[in-house]
């Protein structure tokens, strides 16, 4: 391929840098009737902070058609939020969903707001952590260290990250809730008191050495399938009232790839929630540089979902486990084609990705599509 790409830069020189991609990487397959092409914006201010209206033009111009912003934390929202604490990215820009609604809908572009749930992340402030703390609503490890994860099993977390998912399905015009973070930090999680309690009268059994039996024990699986039930009762019911609230309105989530390996690790059973159908599509997040290897977890994905759902694979253009040049996120879009994926999505939109990538990508695949 590298010699390739270098014949037709030796070849074409005075052609554009775009037509070059589309010579080099060509994405193979046609799209599909539809295809879901999508960005994850990290900041959840757009790729140029106080300028939606640019961010939603260029995206739509490059012929985007979704935006999934990181809008709403575990302990911070980028708008006027009366559930969790508003942000100094809300104080400085005004209302990021309202903004990013507008813009976005003018310009074709689906919004669908991007959550972390449990973490409470950097933007939480300190009062708020530590009132949680105090109250024992974080997430304990086996060696009986505290995070700043909220506990899945305290109801009261369940009805705040619930409350603030409704608030934004009720306020703002967007298409759809992606659930991020929707899972456990590890396999060493959570081992609170009340976790104990909980399990044990779910269990209808006293656990007898805690948390060894369940860490490690003879109880393992039998608590790993608890653990499970925590996160998939709480996107069943986020589907559930949100679906009530604003019909039509998409649940999706940002998954890890392996499967079933993240069932057992992290608790997240996304086959789980394609099957009863909480969720509306699913953004795997195949974040690597190898394309064999990316190919590999799309055919697996899209083999266990039997069509029940879209996926929407996650490329890593700049994440923490890959950076990819505008040829190789090419090559991905190609693979996903072949192997039947109905779309995808790249992390991340900033500045940056927004003047190279976006402008590249948007001029090789309408290259494609006129041929
Ligand atoms: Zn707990």
């Known amino acids: 391929m590298i010699a390739r790409l270098f014949c037709c830069l030796s070849l074409i020189g005075s052609l554009s840098f775009a037509s070059v991609l589309d010579a080099a990487s060509n994405p193979g397959e046609p799209a599909p009737a539809r295809e879901i092409r999508a960005f994850w914006n990290h900041s959840g201010t757009g790729a140029y902070p106080g300028d939606w209206e640019r961010t939603a033009k260029e995206l739509g111009m490059s012929g985007f058609n979704m935006i999934l912003p990181n809008m709403l934390w575990g302990g911070a929202a980028h708008y006027p ?78 009805k705040l990250e619930l409350q603030s998912l409704l608030e934004v399905a009720r306020k703002y015009r967007v298409d759809g809730l992606h659930l991020d973070y929707i899972r456990y930090p590890d396999g060493n999680h959570c081992f609170c008191k009340e976790c104990r309690r909980r399990f044990e009268k779910a269990s209808g059994r006293r656990v007898e050495n805690w948390p060894a039996d369940c860490h490690s024990g003879d109880r393992r699986e039998q608590y790993n399938a608890w653990r499970c039930e925590q996160i998939t009762s709480f996107v069943a019911t986020v589907a559930q009232k949100s679906r009530r609230v604003r019909p039509g309105i998409k649940i999706s989530a940002a998954v890890f790839g392996f499967y079933p390996g993240c069932k057992k690790s992290i608790a997240q059973d996304w086959l789980a929630w394609a099957k009863e159908g909480y969720v509306d599509f699913l953004c795997p997040m195949n974040y ?84």
């Not at 939020?81 to 104080?91: D, E, H, L």
């Not at 990013?100 to 003018?106: F, G, I, L, Q």
């Not at 086996?142 to 369940?158: D, I, M, Q």
């Not at 991340?348 to 695949?365: C, D, H, I, R, Y």
């Open 81 to 158: 939020s009366t559930v969790v604490p508003q942000s100094g990215v809300y104080r400085r820009y005004g209302d990021q969903m309202e903004q990013c609604v507008e813009a976005s809908h003018r310009h074709g572009l689906e919004v669908h707001v991007w959550k972390v749930c449990w973490n409470l992340g950097h933007l939480a402030p300190n009062e708020f952590v530590e009132e949680l703390r105090e109250k024992g609503r974080l997430q304990v490890s086996a060696e009986g260290k505290t995070g700043k994860w909220l506990c899945p099993s305290h109801p009261a977390n369940v």
């Open 288 to 371: 690597t540089n190898n394309d064999k290897s990316f190919r590999s977890l799309v055919k697996n994905q899209i083999r266990l979902v039997e069509g029940r759902v879209p996926i929407y694979p996650g490329i890593g253009a700049t994440s923490s486990h890959s950076a990819l040049s505008p040829e190789q996120v090419l090559k991905q879009i190609g693979s996903a084609r072949e192997e039947g994926a109905a779309g995808f999505t790249i992390f991340n939109l900033n500045e940056e990705t927004a003047e190279k990538l976006v402008p590249a990508l948007g001029q090789a695949l309408e290259d494609k599509k006129e041929k």
